[in-house]
Structure formats: structure tokens, C-alpha cells
């Protein structure tokens, strides 16, 4: 329905003799109007407030190409789910939510498994087993599917993902198993003395204990040298910020010779919950792999680890809890040797963590990626650079565009210093760029963090792991092969989003983007949100999910983003596995137990709002100007965020998303600055055309995986008349696109 009547220029009616009829058609039009979002009821006098947009020319904020900014994923599914989501049919729907270039997910590595990018591929070992390389040959066959394979050498019991799949063996009380440490950050590989690489184990106890004695029993190689601390904050693994590691009085080994170590750390028992082993020296011995393998003598191995007391009489007591599954006493690690052989591969057909990275051919070949450039990922942190540079040749022998590559996946959840990602990233920057020296690398994949990320201090006290990072990247000459930065966004924890959470979100995301910029990020590298959803339980698929990502897929853009992708592409919708309260997040649609797409949530209709109304879906210049409004409540939030796009087309796109979920809000809009008069105001004039979807388009019912929308959309368009005084009324809860021409 379409409206010609524009607020401030309310039509009059007059009901003659006081006719019933009249009356009833004067009710109809006003209810018309209402329903098409562009009729006001307030009085002619009462206040409408503004939104301001700085239409200034030289105020431009940044600049996109949709079918490049606003992007999807694909991300790791059930392996008896990829056939149905790449179907035809099912992507059809994908694909109608207008989203353009993909981002495809690296999720093996979260699991701490080794990924299998082609199935077809050797071993280092002649034997079947070692280090995998994939083919980089072409074949006939199609490559539909990879996965991982679990590490026997993990010293994780919990990080990022592992808590779904696995243990760590530094106690799971089985001395025929052991932890290793990558190979690749040892000397061999970084040109650096192995000093400047300490690697390390981390026990939690679970609680403050008294401690003041350790067994560690070594592997080949062992550490010569190493020392023993106790961390004086809260959590040593989760607020790195807020502490720090004290040697025990008596906790340096400088002449380590392996076997079964027990160590008296000091005369008095000090009470702590966390515990490391900061190792900086190897045997160099090998382990129990094939001595024709250098990468199987370098670093350190432990079989398992024992903590405690000691008392007169030498007898040691254990606090810790040993066993092969998630009940142990936690344990961390700084690295893990990506070895591992066939039998490691695990595929559970209804298990994501343990099912397919959908193939590189499937991919590229479906219709996912619209045949646009890709950002692709390499696995990096339990991986090999020959690996790795195997898949980019194949990916360039098949002739599949690929945009930026991205190195390794969320650093940050694996506990990794950034001295050692940043070795790992030289060395598989080398690789590739051997295969095409104009890939466009990057990193880090940061997990959706909204403070700078705190890591144990260095020597000189920096705790930024970005600012180090970089760091690391400049003391060797390399800051060019850093060609974007990349991270993830999710901004919410928790199973309950409160409808407040929205009045933050556009701080929440332009601080966090502030804060690498003033952790060095150089401004002409471009920053890239390679993943991002709400995050929020049942929240996700409520009214909430669609003003949520309005609001951050146009406040990243507006703020100097290069690429923002919509995490899931895909139509998966599992239950948030935190959260009893929710089926499905993350997602466009909600499927049936086939994965068989049966109706769309509210963040299907707002990606289309976005790709589709608020951008002109070509592939050209954007230009983003600032624009804000005045409507605030009583508390002084910002109850209507606005976001101004003038497309190539000429015309002014503006997003206004209302987030007082009771109320309408009328509102004036005021473009200022223009060519030649920085103090001029302006205003939409003639057709403006105004699409809305809100809670009265889309409300959801939950019934975990039974949930429903009803009413299930579409948005409502109508035509407004655009002039000075013209007032535009945002319902309640809504997102609302005006478009037109100003003067």
C-alpha cells in the first residue's frame, strides 16, 4: 500500500451532518495510512524530532561495493546434512537474502584437529600416518567433503570447542600417551633462539589450593630447562590482564634430564588455583615417531602431570583428577604438534564438531559464492605451510577466485601467544606467497571480543596480544604481508539477550574496531568482520535478530569496515548448545529433521533490507555519511540509530532502525552541508519510497525446535512524499528504509 499523503501535510476530512459513512471512511484512510508507516496521528503541532544526516561531500566516512561488504559464511555442518544444504532448491532461498561474497570458515582448528582440505593427499611417514599434505592435482572427482582429524598430542582438556570432543593427555592418566608441543615454533622453523618461543602447560585446580610440589613425567624430547610458577590473579587463562606468573622459590630446572621429574618447589606450600611449566630449552631427543622425521625430535613432550604436596616423609600427594575424558582436572597448553595418523578421523553424521568442512569444489561450484572472489581460510595453528600451500595451488589450478586469505582461526580461544602466532604466520606467509605472491593474507581471526584482548604481560609489561602481534610483524620487517586485519563479532554471552542490549550495540562494535587502530593497526589496513550474529539464544530469531544486524552490518561500514559477514549462510539451525531455552541461532531459517528449509526468521528479512533497499545490489561505489537522531528515552539512550548511503544510482538510502519496542517514533529528516554551502539544510522531495519490517510484520513464538513466526513477514513498502516538513513515523520495533532524492 502507498501513501501521498506525507506527515506535516495531514489531509482533512469533514464528517457533514455527522455522517456515520463519512466517519467510516475517514477511519479506513487513517487506518491505511498507519498500516503503510507514513501517516502520523500526533497532532499537527506536536514535536517530531530529527535525524541529522551530514550530507557533506567531503564528510564521506568510507566507501563499499555490497556484493563485497555484505557478505555470508559457510562454516562447518553435520555431515549428513551438506548434500541438502547445497540442493539447488535449498540454496535458492540462501541466495534470495541477497548476501554476496562468502567467507568460508575454518572450524577444525577450534576442535584442536588436523583438516584434511583433500581428502586425497600423503604422509610424511611412509608408513600411513605423520604430517599430511593434500594434493594440489586436479582430479576428475570433486572434492565434496573434508574433515578433521583429532591430534593425539592435545594438552587441551577445554578451549574455544574442545569441551564437545576430546581430552588432554597430560592427565588422562595413561603413560603410553603424551602431549607434544608444534614443531614449528622451534628454532629449526623460526630462525629464533627457542628462548623467545617458551612454550608452556597450564593446570587448573578448580579452586585455591596449597601447592608445593610437582611429578611431571617427561617424553621425548623433555626440557632441559624450564621453571615452575603459580599465577597471583583470579583466572590465568581468561583475564591474562590481571596478574601475573611468580616463579616458585625453588621452581628453575636448568639441567632437565627427563624421566620422572618430582620437584620440591619451596619450603612453604603456596596457595594458588593455577600453575604453569614455562619450558625454554628441549633435548631434542625424539619421540616415539620415526627418528627420520626431524619435526619428531623438536620441542617438548610431557606424559602426564601430577601436583600437590609433599610432606616429611616424601610422600606426594596428588590434587589432581585423572582421566581419559572431560572430567579431569582442566589443562592448557601453548601448542600442539599437528602429527597424527587415519585412525584420528572421526565422523559422526548429526555431530557439527565432528562433521564437514563442505569441499573446496562443492564450494565454489554450487552457486554459493554468486562466482564472486571468496575470503578463504588456511588452517595454520595445527597445521603444516606445505599443507597449506597445496591448497592454494589447487585453488588456483581449478581457477576459483579467491579475494583475501585468512590465516588460521580464533588464536585467541586456543590460548596462543602472539609471538607464536606471529611466527606461524611469517612462515606460511612465505609459502604462500611462493604459490602467488598477490594473495591477500591476514589475521587473526580474533574471537567476537568487545575489549582489547589481555595477554600475559612480556618483559617489557605490554599485555595488548594485538599490539604484540604487530609488534612481532614490524621487529621483522614483515608488516606488509599483513594485508587486512580479520575478526569475529559476537558481542553477547549468555542464553538471555535483554531487549536492552541493542541500545549499545553500534559502541559495542566501533570501540572494539577503535581499539585495534589504537593497538597500531595501520589505518590503510583494511578491517575485515570475517564471522558475526547476535550471539543471543531464542533472541536471534525474535524481532531482536533483524534490528540487531541492521544496526552492526551498517555501523561496521559507516565506521571504515571493509567486509561484514552474516554468520550462517547456510541454512543450518541447531539449539545453541549453551542455551535450553533456544532451537536455532544464527540463521536465516529454521529447518526440519532432514535440514529441509520450512520458514524464514527475522534476520532473512533484514539481510534483505540491507543487500536489497538500503544498498543497490550492483557491484559500485557506496558512499556513507554520518547521520543521527535525537529520539532518546528518559534514561538517554538512543532509541533511533540512523545510517545514511548515498548509492550510485543518486539517490539517498537511509536506514533508521527504532528500537523503543511500545512505541512509534515520528521523525523529521534534515540532510546538512552541500555543495558550496556547508550550512545549507535539506530534505527528501518528491517520491520517497519507505519499506518497513517490525514486530507488527514478524513476531515469534518459541517452541524450541517447533518455533514459528506468525506473522512471518514480508516487510511493507509504501510511498511517501518527501518535503521539509514531511514527518516519517517508525513503528515500534522496526527497521525502516527511506529512499529518494534530495534538494
Not at 563499499?64 to 535458492?92: C, E, I, K, M, W
Not at 600451500?389 to 590465516?407: D, I
Request: hydrophobic share 35%; charged share 20%; aromatic share 12%.
Amino acid at each position: 500500500m502507498s501513501s501521498k499523503f506525507p506527515l506535516g501535510r495531514v489531509a482533512h476530512f469533514s464528517c457533514h451532518d455527522g455522517s456515520l459513512f463519512a466517519a467510516r471512511v475517514v477511519g479506513w484512510v487513517l487506518a491505511v495510512f498507519l498500516l503503510a508507516g507514513a501517516v502520523s496521528t500526533f497532532a499537527p503541532e506536536s514535536h517530531a524530532q530529527e535525524v541529522r544526516v551530514d550530507a557533506t561531500p567531503n564528510h564521506v566516512t568510507n566507501s563499499f561495493s555490497p556484493l563485497y561488504a555484505l557478505g555470508a559464511t559457510v562454516d562447518r555442518v553435520p555431515s549428513n546434512a551438506t548434500d541438502t544444504f547445497f540442493r539447488p532448491d535449498q540454496l535458492n532461498q540462501v541466495l534470495s537474502a541477497g548476501w554476496g561474497s562468502v567467507s568460508y570458515r575454518q572450524n577444525t582448528e577450534l576442535f584442536v584437529q588436523a583438516w584434511h582440505w583433500n581428502p586425497r593427499g600423503s604422509w610424511s611417514d611412509p608408513s600411513g600416518r605423520g604430517y599430511f599434505t593434500g594434493s594440489a592435482t586436479p582430479t576428475a572427482e570433486m572434492i565434496r567433503h573434508s574433515y578433521g582429524y583429532s591430534l593425539q598430542h592435545r594438552g587441551f582438556t577445554r578451549n574455544g570447542g574442545t569441551e564437545f570432543d576430546g581430552f588432554s593427555r597430560l592427565d588422562d592418566g595413561d603413560l603410553t600417551t603424551y602431549w607434544k608441543s608444534n614443531p614449528y615454533l622451534t628454532q629449526m622453523f623460526t630462525g629464533e633462539d627457542d628462548s623467545l618461543h617458551p612454550q608452556w602447560v597450564v593446570i587448573d585446580l578448580g579452586k585455591k589450593q596449597d601447592v608445593d610440589a610437582i611429578r611431571v613425567v617427561w617424553a621425548e624430547p623433555y626440557a632441559r630447562a624450564y621453571q615452575v610458577e603459580y599465577w597471583t590473579g583470579e583466572d590465568a587463562m581468561d583475564d591474562q590482564g590481571n596478574g601475573e606468573w611468580k616463579k616458585f622459590a625453588s621452581g628453575s630446572v636448568t639441567d632437565g634430564k627427563g624421566g620422572t621429574a618430582t620437584l620440591s618447589l619451596g619450603s612453604t606450600p603456596v596457595g594458588t588455583k593455577f600453575v604453569r611449566i614455562l619450558m625454554t630449552e628441549s633435548s631434542n631427543t625424539c619421540d616415539t615417531h620415526s627418528a627420520s622425521d626431524r619435526r619428531n625430535c623438536l620441542g617438548y613432550a610431557i606424559k602426564e602431570l601430577y601436583l600437590g604436596t609433599l610432606n616429611g616423609q616424601k610422600n606426594f600427594k596428588d590434587l589432581l583428577h585423572h582421566s581419559a575424558d572431560q572430567q579431569q582436572s582442566l589443562t592448557y597448553c601453548s601448542s600442539v604438534d599437528p602429527w597424527h595418523e587415519p585412525s584420528d578421523l572421526y565422523v559422526a553424521p548429526d555431530r557439527m564438531e565432528s562433521g564437514d568442512q563442505p569441499g573446496f569444489d562443492l564450494f565454489y561450484t554450487s552457486g554459493i559464492t554468486r562466482g564472486l572472489p571468496a575470503v578463504v581460510a588456511v588452517a595454520m595453528l595445527y597445521a603444516t605451510p606445505e599443507d597449506s600451500a597445496a591448497q592454494m595451488t589447487y585453488l588456483k589450478k581449478r581457477g576459483y577466485p579467491v579475494w583475501h586469505v585468512e590465516m588460521g582461526e580464533e588464536p585467541d580461544g586456543q590460548y596462543m601467544l602472539p609471538e607464536d602466532y606471529g611466527a606461524l604466520y611469517l612462515q606460511w606467509a612465505t609459502a604462500l606467497h611462493r604459490v602467488d605472491p598477490n594473495f591477500k593474507l591476514g589475521g587473526p581471526v580474533f574471537q567476537g571480543v568487545t575489549e582489547d584482548i589481555k595477554v600475559w604481560s612480556d618483559a617489557g609489561g605490554k599485555n595488548s596480544w594485538f599490539g604484540r602481534f604487530l609488534d612481532y610483524l614490524k621487529t621483522h620487517g614483515r608488516l606488509a604481508d599483513l594485508a587486512f586485519m580479520s575478526f569475529e563479532h559476537y558481542p553477547y554471552d549468555g542464553c538471555e539477550t535483554p531487549w536492552k542490549n541493542l541500545y549499545q550495540e553500534p559502541q559495542l562494535l566501533t570501540h572494539i574496531m577503535q581499539v585495534w587502530w589504537d593497538d597500531g593497526l595501520p589505518p590503510d589496513v583494511p578491517l575485515l568482520d570475517t564471522e558475526t550474529n547476535a550471539h543471543g539464544g531464542e533472541a536471534s530469531v525474535e524481532i531482536f535478530g533483524a534490528l540487531w544486524l541492521g544496526d552492526t552490518f551498517a555501523a561496521f561500514l559507516t565506521a571504515g569496515g571493509k567486509a561484514t559477514f552474516y554468520y550462517h549462510g547456510l541454512s543450518y539451525s541447531p539449539p545453541h548448545p549453551a542455551c535450553p531455552n533456544s532451537w536455532g541461532t544464527y540463521h536465516m531459517f529454521m529447518v526440519d529433521k532432514n535440514y529441509e528449509i520450512k520458514s524464514r526468521t527475522s534476520q532473512f528479512f533484514a539481510a534483505q533490507l540491507l543487500t536489497q533497499e538500503w544498498a543497490q545490489p550492483v557491484d559500485a561505489e557506496h558512499r556513507t555519511f554520518k547521520a543521527a537522531s535525537d529520539v532518546k528515552d528518559a534514561e538517554g539512550h538512543v532509541l533511533v540509530t540512523a545510517y545514511a548511503v548515498l548509492r550510485p544510482d543518486g539517490q539517498w538510502s537511509l536506514l533508521l532502525i527504532n528500537k523503543d519496542y511500545d512505541n512509534p517514533h515520528p521523525v523529521r529528516i534534515v540532510f546538512h552541508g552541500g555543495e558550496g554551502d556547508a550550512n545549507s539544510n535539506r530534505s527528501f522531495a518528491g517520491p520517497v519510497k519507505m519499506v518497513i519490517f517490525g514486530k507488527a510484520q514478524y513476531q515469534w513464538h518459541p517452541a524450541r525446535k517447533q518455533g514459528y513466526a506468525d506473522p512471518d513477514g514480508p516487510a511493507v513498502t509504501s510511498s511517501v512524499e518527501g518535503a521539509a516538513d514531511t514527518q516519517y513515523v517508525l513503528p515500534a520495533a522496526s527497521m525502516t528504509i527511506l529512499r529518494g532524492r534530495i534538494k
